[in-house]
C-alpha cells in the first residue's frame, strides 16, 4: 500500500513489538499467583516487592512456553540464552531494573504468514522472543492526592515477540497480529486478551518513497486492540507525511495513541539500548536447553492455524477464504469439524460462516457459548440437504434453534415446516395462481418473461415458503407454456 502525498507516493515501514502475558500459575522467577482481576497486592512475593537479599528462581514452565511459542512461529530456539538487568526507574517497578534478555534471546529468527483480504499470503520476518518480567501498575485514580501501586503483576512473565520491519499497510499490521494472537492460543502461551492486557503492542513506524533507506521512526506505546493498532499506524504515517513534505524532519520518539480523538500524541524521547544499561544478571546463570528436551516440545507441539487451513482445503474441499476463518481459534475450527463430519462441508462452512457467526458477534457470544451446538447445526444441513427444508425456512428454523436451543427437526415437525414435494399439490397452486393471475398470464405469454419471478414468489407465498423451489420453477415454467 502507498499513501498519497501532495509531492509524491510514500511507503510506510511497520515494525511490531509485541508483548505476549505466558500463561503460567506463577511468575517468571517467583512463586507469587497470577490470577488476572485478583485484589491489589494480594499476589506478590518478596522478590517482586524488591525485597533486599532475595533472589530469582527460573520458572521452567515459562521457559517451555516460550520454547513452544517459538516453534509456533517457525523460529530457531537458542540452547543458549542469558537473562539481563535492563535498568530503568519506574515508581512501580520496585527493584530499579527489570530482568529481561537483550543479546542472547532464548529464540531468534523466524516467520509468521500472514493472510491478506486479497486471498494472497506473505510471510513475515520475525526477529526474536524473549522472556522478560512486567512491572507493576500505578493506580491515579484511587485518591485525588496520593498515586497507588498495585504489583500483582510485577513478575509476571511476558514474551515480547518482534517482528521485523516487513509491514506496509495498517491491514497487514493487523492481520500479523490476528494470526500471532492465533498462534499463541493454540500452542496455549497466552490467552492473547488485548482488553486484559495479556497482549499488548508497541508498533514502531517509519515512511521512506518507495525504493529508499529507512525513515526515523516512532514508537506507538501500549496500543490494546487490533482495530486501534490500525487506526494509530495510518495516523502516524499521515502526520509524518504532511510534516516531511512541509519541510519539517521526524523526530525519534515514543508516542501514545489517544483513542477518543484517534491521534499519536509525544510521551517521551525514544530511549536507545545503551541508555538502559544491559548487563547480564549475576543472580542467574545462563540458561542452557537440552535440544532433545526441545524436540519433545516439537513432538508434542498441535496442528497450527497454516496447518489447519491447508487440511481443511485438501480434505474439506473449502476456499482458502473459508478455511482462514473457521481455523482462527482452535474452537472455531473443532465445531466446524464435528459439524462437517459426513456432510457436504461447503453448505456447513456457509451455515456457520454467514449465519452462525452473525448471530453469535450480535449477541457477543464465543462458539463455546453458541446455543446451537455444532451437530445441532449439522442436523439443519441434513433437513436441507435431503429437500425436507428449503435454505429460506432453514433460517427461520435456525432464527429458533438460537433463541429456544431446540433442534431443527423438533421444530420443524412442531410448525409443520416441511417442504412440499407432491408434485399434484404443487400443480394444483400453480393452477389456482394462474387462473387468478389471468392478466399477467396473459402479459408473460405475450413475451414479457420478466414476469417469471413474480410468478415464483406468488407460488411461495401462497405455501407460505414450504414449496420446493426447484420444483416450482421447473412446474411453473412448464404450466405457463400452457
Known amino acids: 500500500m502507498l499513501y498519497k502525498g501532495n509531492t509524491g507516493e ?33 499476589q506478590v512475593a518478596y522478590l517482586d516487592a524488591g525485597m533486599p537479599g532475595m533472589l530469582p ?37 520496585p527493584t530499579g531494573y527489570q530482568i529481561s534478555q537483550h543479546e542472547l534471546p532464548i529464540v531468534g529468527e523466524g516467520f509468521l504468514q500472514i493472510d491478506l483480504k486479497d486471498g494472497t499470503s506473505r510471510n513475515i520476518g520475525i526477529e526474536r522472543l524473549h522472556l522478560e518480567q512486567d512491572a507493576g501498575k500505578s493506580l491515579h485514580d484511587q485518591h485525588p ?27 497487514e499490521a493487523a492481520a500479523y497480529l490476528r494470526k500471532l494472537r492465533s498462534i499463541v492460543r493454540y500452542v496455549g502461551s497466552c490467552n492473547g486478551n488485548m482488553d486484559e492486557g495479556s497482549m499488548r503492542c508497541d508498533a514502531n513506524v517509519s515512511v521512506r518513497r518507495p525504493g529508499d533507506p529507512l525513515g526515523t521512526r516512532c514508537e506507538i506505546k501500549n496500543v490494546n486492540s487490533v482495530r486501534f493498532v490500525s487506526q494509530a499506524i495510518d495516523y502516524e504515517a499521515r502526520r509524518q507525511i504532511e510534516i516531511i513534505e512541509g519541510g519539517g524532519k521526524i523526530d525519534q520518539e515514543t508516542r501514545l495513541f489517544d483513542t477518543g480523538q484517534g491521534v499519536t500524541r509525544p510521551m517521551r524521547s525514544k530511549e536507545e539500548a545503551h541508555d538502559y544499561r544491559y548487563f547480564p544478571d549475576p543472580d542467574l546463570l545462563p540458561l542452557e ?18 496447518q489447519k487451513k491447508e487440511r481443511f482445503i485438501s480434505d474439506f474441499g473449502l476456499s482458502a477464504y473459508d478455511a482462514g476463518v473457521l481455523v482462527v481459534d482452535k474452537e472455531t475450527a473443532a465445531y466446524f469439524e464435528t459439524a462437517a463430519e459426513g456432510r457436504d462441508s461447503k453448505l456447513v462452512a456457509n451455515w456457520v460462516i454467514s449465519e452462525l457467526f452473525g448471530r453469535l458477534n450480535k449477541a457477543g457470544l464465543a462458539v463455546t457459548e453458541s446455543p446451537v451446538s455444532a451437530r445441532a447445526i449439522g442436523e439443519l444441513v441434513d433437513l436441507i440437504s435431503d429437500d425436507t427444508i428449503s435454505g429460506r425456512i432453514a433460517k427461520d428454523v435456525f432464527d429458533e434453534m438460537f433463541e429456544t436451543g431446540k433442534g431443527a427437526a423438533a421444530i420443524v415437525d412442531e410448525k409443520g415446516l416441511r417442504q412440499i414435494t407432491d408434485t399434484s399439490e404443487l400443480e394444483q397452486t400453480i393452477q389456482a395462481i394462474l387462473e387468478k393471475e389471468s392478466e399477467k398470464l396473459a402479459e408473460y405469454r405475450a413475451g414479457s418473461e420478466k414476469l417469471f419471478g413474480w410468478f415464483v414468489g406468488q407460488v411461495m407465498k401462497a405455501t407460505q415458503g414450504k414449496a420446493n423451489p426447484k420444483m416450482v420453477n421447473e412446474l411453473l415454467k412448464k404450466m405457463l407454456q400452457g
Open 289 to 306: 536447553l537440552e535440544e532433545k528436551w526441545v524436540e519433545e516440545i516439537r513432538a508434542a507441539m498441535p496442528e497450527l492455524p497454516d
Open 10 to 42: 510514500w511507503e510506510v515501514v511497520i515494525g511490531l513489538e509485541v508483548h505476549c502475558q505466558v500463561i503460567s500459575r506463577a511468575k517468571l522467577f517467583s512463586g507469587a499467583a497470577t490470577v488476572f482481576g485478583a485484589e491489589p497486592n494480594s
Open 145 to 171: 492526592d496520593y498515586t497507588y501501586v498495585d504489583l500483582n503483576r510485577a513478575g509476571v512473565a511476558l514474551m515480547e515477540i518482534v517482528s521485523k520491519p516487513e509491514l506496509r499497510s495498517p491491514d
Open 57 to 93: 528462581v527460573i520458572n521452567d514452565f515459562c521457559v517451555e512456553q516460550a520454547v513452544r511459542t517459538g516453534l509456533g512461529l517457525n523460529s530457531s530456539i537458542n540452547l543458549f540464552s542469558v537473562f539481563a538487568r535492563k535498568n530503568y526507574f519506574y515508581p512501580d517497578l
